[in-house]
């Protein structure tokens, strides 16, 4: 192990970011850690060796935060939850338990909900509230959206032409679902 957090690796994502992950312990159904706001997989340096005991567990950085690259696009629950199946995907396993705490459990339900075959169980710790209609006007959360995006060091405003636009295939679960669909399709049917 090279790190108190695991065995460290890097899952490339289709636009060329990659997110920083942690590993520990073997078996199946393998559990990752999904962090709050600003939080990283050092949040949970306690839990994984415990979790590590009788299974494989994983933490990662999201998009901008720990050793992961910056996304330059919109971060919303979508786009978090499909950079989320994409990890997984590397991870190579066929079924996750997902944790998520504070701003991870909208993150973790909203992947079960586009994939709920490659969901063994969710644990919820903390998690925002979802009930509160303030906190999901557009405002506030454009608001929580770009404080995010400061405290990772991006800009929360678009960034200078240039760049390539990605489709939405590339930037959302159901978009992420139906690649996954199409590249693991039997051909016989």
Do not use: N
């Not at 990659?18 to 520990?24: E, I, K, N, V």
């Not at 919303?76 to 995907?89: E, I, P, T």
């Not at 991870?104 to 009930?131: F, K, S």
């Amino acid at each position: 192990m090279h790190s108190a957090f695991g065995e460290p690796g890097f899952a490339r994502l289709p636009d060329g970011r990659r997110l920083h992950y942690g590993t520990q312990g073997s078996g199946e159904p393998t559990v990752v850690f999904e962090a709050g706001l600003g939080g990283s997989r050092t949040g949970w340096g306690l839990v994984l060796p415990m979790v590590a005991k009788s299974a494989r567990a994983v933490a990662y950085d999201r998009a901008g935060l720990g050793r992961s690259d910056r996304d330059p696009h919109r971060r919303d629950l979508d786009r978090m939850a499909a950079d989320l199946g994409h990890l997984l995907d590397h991870l190579g396993s066929e079924r996750y338990i997902l944790a998520g705490h504070s701003l991870g459990g909208p993150i973790v339900r909203t992947y079960a909900a586009a994939c709920p075959e490659r969901v063994a169980g969710l644990l919820l710790v903390d998690q925002a509230a979802e009930d509160v209609g303030y906190y999901y006007k557009r405002a506030p959360r454009v608001m929580a959206l770009t404080v995010q995006t400061v405290l990772v060091g991006g800009t929360p405003r678009p960034a200078p032409g240039g760049e390539r636009v990605l489709t939405e295939s590339e930037t959302t679960v159901s978009g992420w679902r139906g690649r996954r669909r199409a590249r693991h399709a039997r051909p016989d049917g």
